[in-house]
């Protein structure tokens, strides 16, 4: 059951444009949502995210909304540079309260290989 | 500042045999997580570690345990190994509280299995 979705395995970019990476979930309990950038041969890293109380949060080039009645969110890149090709992976979580400490556990989608051309 | 180190990097064993992965935390962070990603895949969470117990467990066999030591490096063991255990194995720490959710991941042990 993948409860995190990333429908398009690849995208390609012209240097400049717009780049919209989108991801879609089924779990309603996911209350925080992130996106995480992989170059090849290095771990993820963390670029955004997002709390359900929220329905955009922007830092920079990188702008990330949610959909909550749709169960969607999409990360805009404006402009796109070179330097951001790599897989781009969508996560949620549902924060744990136990104890009165929280932590949370991390659903990924199976990634987005962004291309972005010169 | 260092960030999480995983050794080793690269390591092949045949079916049957078991692994030992480590994995050192950023500086200041307490809580250890380790996911496993298959070619193709995104990564899948199997165990956490905070205060040297298994906090939180995804859905992987016993096969899989792990270990967190008081200066919060983790292990994870895998043993009786099958073909299908071969792929990328993040290590990814994070600071207790406010900050759980944002993980710091670590390059990866990629694990083969003839």
């Known amino acids: 059951d993948q409860q995190v979705k990333q429908n398009s395995p690849s995208l390609s970019v012209q240097e400049g444009r717009i780049s919209i990476l989108n991801c879609d979930y089924t779990?309603?309990?996911?209350?925080?949502f992130l996106w995480y950038k992989k170059y090849p041969a290095e771990g993820p890293t963390f670029l955004i995210s997002i709390s359900s109380i929220k329905d955009k949060n922007e830092d920079g080039r990188f702008t990330v909304f949610l959909n909550k009645s749709a169960k969607h969110l999409s990360l805009h890149i404006v402009p796109s540079q070179p330097g951001d090709s790599a897989v781009y992976f969508c996560a949620a979580s549902a924060l744990f309260r136990a104890g009165g400490t929280s932590y949370g556990k991390l659903t990924f989608g199976q990634g987005t290989i962004l291309t972005v051309h010169p | 500042d260092a960030g999480v180190t995983q050794s080793p990097t690269h390591l092949i064993k045949t079916r049957g045999q078991q692994v030992t992965l480590r994995c050192s935390p950023k500086s200041g962070h307490d809580t250890v997580s380790w996911y496993q990603q298959a070619l193709g895949q995104g990564p899948q969470f199997i165990f956490q570690y905070y205060e040297e117990e298994e906090r939180q467990r995804g859905n992987f066999p016993d096969r899989f345990s792990g270990h967190q030591f008081p200066n919060y490096s983790s292990e994870l063991n895998v043993n009786a190994l099958w073909l299908g255990d071969s792929a990328l194995y993040l290590c990814a720490s994070s600071l207790e509280g406010a900050g759980a959710n944002v993980l710091t991941f670590g390059a990866g042990s990629r694990l083969t299995v003839l």
């Open positions: 779990n309603s309990m996911f209350d925080y």
